[in-house]
């Protein structure tokens, strides 16, 4: 059989590449792996999760240091060039192991690396190279399967006045990565993920930062007490102003930089704006209307595949499900698993993940982090519950620290104890979130969980919520 992966420079499509590799020559006769990038290497890498780290890592350090009244003297500021360039020697190194692990794979005989666009000429035909609008120019491939793995990208306004704002006045999350010189005000679009890591950075590299929330609070994965305490750490320790419950109507661009109008009549005036709005998948190049491909909300089922089609994955952030990277590795496994099992004849395996995500929000220092379930959800689930709650500010570690805002939160099966989720939004919740990964995803009992302080750490929160979990259900 032929598999044309398309978007193979990807999380998704490397991983499925890599786990279809070892086949070529046995079930799989030729592998077509195709990517346009430029230079490529997957968004996370190039655009993404990785190069803001390397932002909000000079942020935290500048946060930190003018935070803590222990220390005395003006804070230090981001030498942006630096910080910029320091980030683009990591990434484009990463982004190169990415490529070349690619092209290895092709030096292998049945496996080939085409560097050209690629799109449908009908559902499993498809022409890479070549002019677009189905020219035929280009190379044209009969496949058996193909797995769609292209990504997505920004998600751009649709209000009145936005396509009429000059470059200069527009900051996308990929402009704001590679700037080396930021406004001295800006209103950010957007309070999702990359809004809620962008805007401390912007704060600490010293642009006045005025951001427009739709809802009461962001977080909308999370309890609104995690909300409540983001939006108290943005206004109060970052000084930035946040406007909730407004949407906006129309933006215009004025001598001094633009004007935003919000629906309840007012108006925010900045210089620029972050556009920190989303990503959608990226499927137009594809030209999927010569396919019987019909993309939508929910299309794609628990098999990675669209319901009218068993031999089309679509995997990674293209789909719209979860766009996270480790979610788009593990979709690219269990396609690649799922294109074998389908050419056997088996039945496909569905791809079922447990919840869990970490915002970096806070510029890292206060990241928020969840897995599995929430008291709601596991309501809904139809399990009873047993909760407990650990604010940070009751906790000595994080007081020691300089660190005292944020809360925890522990979800146990109140019947048998089994630890159902977690949510924390504090000083380290993204490494503390492993613990509840394995707690979780293993179905421990929370009684069983060694209750022995390891050393007067950060980890004591985390003692603590399974000590009164542990309680809550020895009482049921």
């Not at 398309?6 to 070529?24: C, D, F, N, T, W």
């Not at 009429?164 to 999350?173: A, F, G, K, Q």
């Not at 979800?411 to 000083?427: F, I, K, N, R």
């Not at 179905?443 to 004591?460: C, S």
Request: hydrophobic content about 35%; aromatic content about 6%.
């Amino acid at each position: 059989m032929h598999v044309v992966v398309i978007g193979a420079y990807g999380s998704a499509g490397a991983a499925a590449a890599e786990e279809l590799a070892p086949h070529v020559g046995k079930r799989i006769e030729r592998l077509t792996l195709v990517d346009n990038g430029d230079p490529g290497g997957g968004l996370c890498i190039l655009e993404g999760c990785m190069p803001s780290k390397e932002l909000l890592s000079a942020a935290a350090h500048r946060f930190e240091g003018r935070d803590d009244g222990r220390l005395t003297g003006e804070p230090h500021e981001l030498d942006l060039e630096r910080v910029v360039g320091e980030k683009n020697d990591r990434t484009r190194g990463w982004a190169q192991h990415r490529r070349a692990s690619i092209h290895e794979l092709a030096e292998t005989d049945g496996i080939e690396f085409i560097h050209e666009p690629a799109r449908f000429v009908d559902d499993h035909t498809v022409e890479v190279g070549g002019t677009p609008g189905g020219s035929g120019d280009g190379e044209v491939i009969e496949a058996d399967y193909v797995l769609i793995a292209t990504g997505s990208v920004p998600n751009v306004p649709t209000i009145p006045g936005y396509d009429d704002l000059s470059e200069e006045r527009v900051y996308t999350s990929e402009d704001t990565l590679h700037a080396t010189d930021l406004p001295d005000t800006g209103v950010v679009m957007g309070f999702g993920y990359v809004g809620m890591e962008m805007a401390p950075y912007l704060a600490e590299a010293g642009v006045d930062v005025t951001v427009i929330e739709h809802d009461e609070r962001p977080l909308d994965e999370a309890d609104p007490e995690f909300g409540d305490a983001l939006l108290d750490i943005y206004r109060e320790e970052f000084d930035i102003e946040i406007r909730t419950e407004v949407y906006e109507t129309s933006i215009e661009e004025t001598d001094e930089g633009v004007r935003l109008r919000l629906d309840d009549g007012s108006h925010v005036d900045a210089e620029a704006v972050f556009q920190f709005t989303g990503r959608k998948p990226n499927l137009d190049p594809l030209e999927l209307a010569t396919t019987s491909l019909e993309p939508a909300a929910g299309w794609i089922d628990a098999t990675l595949r669209p319901p009218n089609d068993d031999r089309t994955f679509v995997i990674g952030d293209v789909n719209g499900r979860e766009p996270i990277l480790h979610v788009a590795k593990e979709q690219g496994y269990q396609a690649a698993e799922n294109v074998l099992r389908h050419d056997r004849g088996e039945p496909a395996k569905p791809y079922t993940n447990v919840h869990h995500h970490v915002v970096f929000s806070g510029a890292g220092v206060y990241p928020f982090a969840r897995v599995g379930h929430t008291p709601r959800s596991a309501t809904e689930a139809g399990h009873t519950t047993v909760v407990a709650t650990r604010e940070a500010s009751d906790d000595g570690v994080f007081k020691s620290k300089n660190v005292p805002h944020g809360l925890g939160r522990l979800v146990v099966d109140a019947d048998d104890g089994t630890v159902l989720g977690w949510q924390g939004l504090h000083y380290h919740a993204d490494t503390m979130a492993k613990t509840f990964q394995i707690a979780v995803e293993m179905g421990l009992d929370v009684r069983e969980i060694p209750d022995r302080a390891y050393h007067p750490t950060l980890p004591e929160t985390v003692d603590g919520l399974v000590r009164e979990c542990a309680a809550g259900v020895d009482e049921e």
